[in-house]
């Protein structure tokens, strides 16, 4: 007896031990994209019509004083708050699209993909075109408010049809793309009878644009970040155990049905804001995740971070891209991801298929 007590202490240690090896591989990981965020980050407020090497572009952000002033300006007014919402908005999008994956237990859900982008984008044009304030109570703010009621909208809708019995995740996918069309429908409608000068801003929209970042916009869309990531991570047990299946999460004691809505709402959140300030940016949502969870698992803990840096690196990276393919001008950063999500996103169609075979 005293031989398998011996024995189980032993293999319970080796437990520990191989928990915290794998624990700090993670983190490691997460050190590692931090730094290659950093990096890129650096990378972006250094190119443009006037090119910086990093050593300026470091004194200027850490001694904006004893720099030139043209340089000062350039990177505190121009290029920071660009770069800066490239970050912010890559990891909301990331983080609504990891959350959206988890509580629907569908790898192909998305913001952009399940419409719910598109019914933003929607909400902002009603704004744009028709100066419709859904809440009137805040004309002033009607765009940003005009996109989240609308999101959510389209939210609640998607959630009530997955709470219905006999529904699949196959229906949900083509239930999303009805959505997609659907809002471009009426966001199409909108152009045509749109002046000339709002189907500039609308076509703004659709295409997803940096380059009317201003820090006003910046401080709005880090301070959801800041505002939902922690009610995110306070529910990370809860929706770790959700990815084991609803029964299983309902036999520990989680409420699925009210970590489901609660999620949802926080995703339409995340996924309203920055459209409302830098238009459809599609993809990010479902490339940012998937890469989170090759490299850190399912695990909230490491997974939602993982996420946010993901998303984070991978809009900044592709506003890198955006002024380097043609000199002298900056390509739309929505068509960038759109043609890299595009082959990830077949990729993922292709692997499942497979699966289920």
């Known amino acids: 007896m005293s031989a398998i007590i011996d024995t189980s202490g032993e293999m319970r240690v080796e437990t520990r031990h191989s928990y915290r090896a794998l624990a700090g591989r993670r983190f490691a990981i997460l050190v590692l994209l931090s730094v290659a965020l950093l990096l890129s980050v650096a990378a972006d407020m250094a190119l443009g019509p006037a090119r910086y090497n990093l050593g ?45 994956q988890t509580i629907l237990a569908n790898p192909l859900a998305s913001p952009f993909t399940l419409g719910i982008s598109a ?76 002046s000339e ?24 869309t880090a301070g959801v970040l800041v505002v939902v990531i922690p009610l995110f991570a306070r529910n990370a047990w809860a929706l770790t155990a959700l990815r084991l299946g609803d029964d299983k999460a309902a036999s520990f004691g989680v409420n699925v049905r009210r ?19 830098v238009g459809t940016i599609g993809f990010i949502g479902l490339v940012g995740p998937h890469i989170a969870r090759m490299v850190v698992g399912e695990d909230q803990r490491f997974f939602l971070p993982g996420s946010a840096i993901c998303g984070a690196l991978l809009l900044s990276v592709t506003s890198v891209v955006s002024k380097v393919l043609i000199p002298g001008a900056i390509l739309p950063i929505g068509v960038i991801t759109a043609l890299v999500g595009v082959p990830f996103f077949f990729s993922l169609i292709f692997t499942n298929r497979r699966r289920a075979w």
Do not use: H
């Open 56 to 100: 300026q572009v470091v004194s200027a952000v850490l001694s904006p004083s004893e720099v030139g002033n043209q340089l000062r300006v350039v990177i505190w007014d121009i290029r920071m708050p660009i770069a800066l919402m490239a970050v912010t908005v890559g990891a909301c999008l990331s983080v609504a699209g990891a959350q959206m």
């Open 119 to 194: 019914a933003a984008g929607f909400g902002a044009a009603m704004a744009l075109v028709a100066g419709v304030a859904i809440f009137p109570a805040a004309v002033e703010y009607m765009i940003p408010i005009n996109a989240f009621l609308m999101a959510m909208l389209a939210s609640l809708f998607i959630y009530g049809v997955s709470t219905l019995r006999g529904v699949t995740v196959e229906t949900i996918v083509l239930l999303g793309i009805a959505l997609v069309f659907t809002f471009n429908a009426l966001l199409s409608l909108l152009e045509y009878l749109a």
């Open 197 to 220: 000068q709002a189907l500039a801003a609308v076509v703004f929209w659709t295409m997803g644009s940096l380059t009317k970042a201003t820090w006003p916009k910046v401080a709005v």
């Open 259 to 277: 970590l489901r809505l609660e999620t949802m709402m926080l995703v339409s959140l995340l996924a309203a804001i920055p459209v409302s300030f």
